[in-house]
């Protein structure tokens, strides 16, 4: 019905920078908020970013100046650009979409299935 799709996670060094974005296909009424967070192991899931259909912002403290989120709404995709990256935050990285349901008009959350970013030397 509802589909997010991630790519762009990978193996860097510390220092290096990826892009992973998640779009999202199906079918939904709109977009409400669209999120990334992360899971390491043995730690539970956090918010990285997130970000509202009208551009305001959040990031967790430990990414802030070093992450951007953004969006495409007319892709219906949101990106998670990361530089400055740290041995810390490897992390399986989720993408979470909030969206106004096509039949119910009810908000209801989508989680991607996570794209793997591993930060090490």
């Known amino acids: 019905q509802v589909q997010l799709v991630e790519s762009g996670g990978g193996f860097v060094q510390p220092g290096g920078s990826l892009r992973p974005s998640c779009s999202t296909s199906g079918s939904f009424f709109s977009i409400n908020d669209m999120g990334w967070y992360r899971q390491a192991p043995g730690k539970e899931r956090e918010l990285v970013a997130r970000i509202i259909s009208g551009g305001t912002t959040i990031y967790a403290e430990s990414v802030k100046g070093r992450f951007t989120i953004s969006r495409d709404n007319a892709k219906n995709t949101v990106y998670l650009q990361m530089n400055s990256l740290k041995p810390e935050d490897t992390a399986v990285y989720y993408c979470?979409?909030?969206?106004?349901?096509?039949?119910?008009?009810?908000?209801?959350?989508?989680w991607g299935k996570g794209t793997l970013v591993t930060v090490s030397s």
């Open positions: 979470n979409v909030n969206i106004n349901d096509i039949v119910t008009m009810r908000r209801m959350d989508y």
